[in-house]
Every structure is written in structure tokens, then in C-alpha cells.
């Protein structure tokens, strides 16, 4: 079975195996494909739940992406088909925008191909992006904010964090555009060094800020520093 073509002009179907959760979830997957399941699916799909701190999410990743490796090849790609912060409490509004952003920047940083959040509009447990009548939260306009910083864009390496406890994803557009996201879910930094060149930073609600003296402030929000615009 797999990708096959069921008729002619058809499109290629593509198969996605059963999606698993929790510590036991890459075992039982590993073992599902180990029993036959590796010819029958295109794409490795879990649940990407883990706790309150998004940075969770690299371990998660991780012990999936060892369920794809064929003999130390990647064999297929991996989805995140349904993801937040789920039950756990994750703090005031501010935190909740945080842990979108880092949900998402941190799964495209570690090449997971789709993530889908879970949901939009459900209960305030289950990742709620907006209200019925209020709009969007804090969280939801993080969602939009992070689309515009990463979309289109391309990571040039994985987040990685420092023995401070910052966190640096570094990505490029075309053009020579570079940039980075920064945050600290540990600590407040008042005086992060931005590299050279960078002018500006934007935060989880959308304004732009001048870069001063050659630093920003770092916290648990994570923010984009990049080159100012070209002038005309």
C-alpha cells in the first residue's frame, strides 16, 4: 500500500501512520512499523504534548525523529498532527503567547514538516486561540506573529540554547535578510548583544522597537532581531 496511484491522472496518496502520545508513544511506533507498518505509511505522526515549558518539545522531537532513522537515514518526515499546551496550566496570557511561539518556532527549527495546533477555538485547557465574540487572545495574535517571522524564511541550523539559559534561532530570507529569536524562559536579560547590523527587534504583539547601544532586553517572550529596512 503506501504512496501508490489508484488511477490514472489521480494524485499520489499519502499515508500517515497512527499518531501516539506520551513516554510510551516512540516504542509502541517503533515497534508498529517494525511489525509491517513501515511499508504501509509515508509519515511518522505523534502528538506533540508534552509539559507547561514549550522547550520540552526538543525531547519529544527527538525520541521520534530515532522512530524515522533507517539505518542512520532519515526514512520519512515527521507531523506533529495535534499539539498545545493541552491541560497543563501554562500561566497568564503572557506565557500563553510564549509557548505558541516557541511551540511552533522550536518543532520548524527541528524540521517537523506540519503542526497542527489544537484548537483554535476550544476550551482555555485546550490551547484556545479566541473567543467567540472577543477575537483573538493574547496567544492568537503570537500565532500570527510567528507565522510572519517564520514563514517563507528558512533556519539555518536548530534552536540551540546557552549555558545562560537564551535560546537563538538563526534564519534568512532571500536577499541576505538574517535574524534571529531570542528569548530566556529562566531569567530576565536586560542586556542581550544583538549582532551587527540588527536594528530593530519585534515582539509577540506585533510592534517594532529600535535597537539602542547595541542590546535588548531578553525574557520568557521571545522577540525577532533583525536588519532594519532598506532605505529608498
Given at each position: 500500500m503506501g504512496s501508490e496511484r489508484i488511477g490514472a491522472g489521480l494524485p499520489v496518496a499519502t499515508v500517515l501512520s497512527p499518531a501516539t502520545e506520551g513516554s510510551?508513544?516512540?516504542?509502541?511506533?517503533?515497534?508498529?512499523?517494525?511489525?509491517?507498518?513501515?511499508?504501509?505509511?509515508?509519515?511518522?505522526?505523534?502528538?506533540?504534548?508534552?509539559?507547561?515549558?514549550?522547550?520540552?518539545?526538543?525531547?519529544?522531537?527527538?525520541?521520534?525523529?530515532?522512530?524515522?532513522?533507517?539505518?542512520?537515514?532519515?526514512?520519512?518526515?515527521?507531523?506533529?498532527?495535534?499539539?498545545?499546551?493541552?491541560?497543563t496550566a501554562v500561566g497568564d496570557d503572557a506565557y500563553q503567547a510564549a509557548f505558541v511561539a516557541k511551540y511552533f518556532v522550536l518543532q520548524w527549527s527541528q524540521d517537523v514538516a506540519r503542526v497542527v495546533w489544537y484548537a483554535y477555538d476550544n476550551i482555555e485547557c485546550w490551547g484556545r486561540l479566541m473567543g467567540a465574540t472577543s477575537g483573538l487572545n493574547a496567544a492568537g495574535v503570537a500565532y500570527g506573529e510567528t507565522y510572519k517571522w517564520i514563514v517563507g524564511a528558512t533556519v539555518t541550523r536548530p534552536c540551540s540554547v546557552d549555558g545562560d539559559g537564551t535560546w537563538v534561532c538563526n534564519l534568512t530570507r532571500p536577499g541576505g535578510y538574517q535574524a534571529e529569536i531570542v528569548w530566556n524562559s529562566t531569567k530576565d536579560l536586560s542586556g542581550y548583544a544583538v549582532p551587527d547590523a540588527m536594528a530593530e527587534y519585534r515582539d509577540l504583539a506585533g510592534n517594532s522597537n529600535p535597537i539602542a547601544n547595541g542590546v535588548v532586553p531578553v525574557g520568557n517572550s521571545p522577540i525577532l532581531i533583525e536588519p532594519g529596512m532598506p532605505s529608498n
Open positions: 510510551a508513544g516512540p516504542a509502541w511506533l517503533r515497534a508498529f512499523l517494525a511489525a509491517g507498518g513501515s511499508s504501509s505509511v509515508d509519515i511518522l505522526a505523534f502528538h506533540g504534548y508534552g509539559t507547561g515549558s514549550a522547550e520540552d518539545l526538543n525531547a519529544i522531537v527527538t525520541s521520534y525523529r530515532a522512530v524515522a532513522l533507517v539505518d542512520g537515514r532519515l526514512s520519512m518526515p515527521l507531523w506533529d498532527t495535534e499539539g498545545s499546551w493541552g491541560t
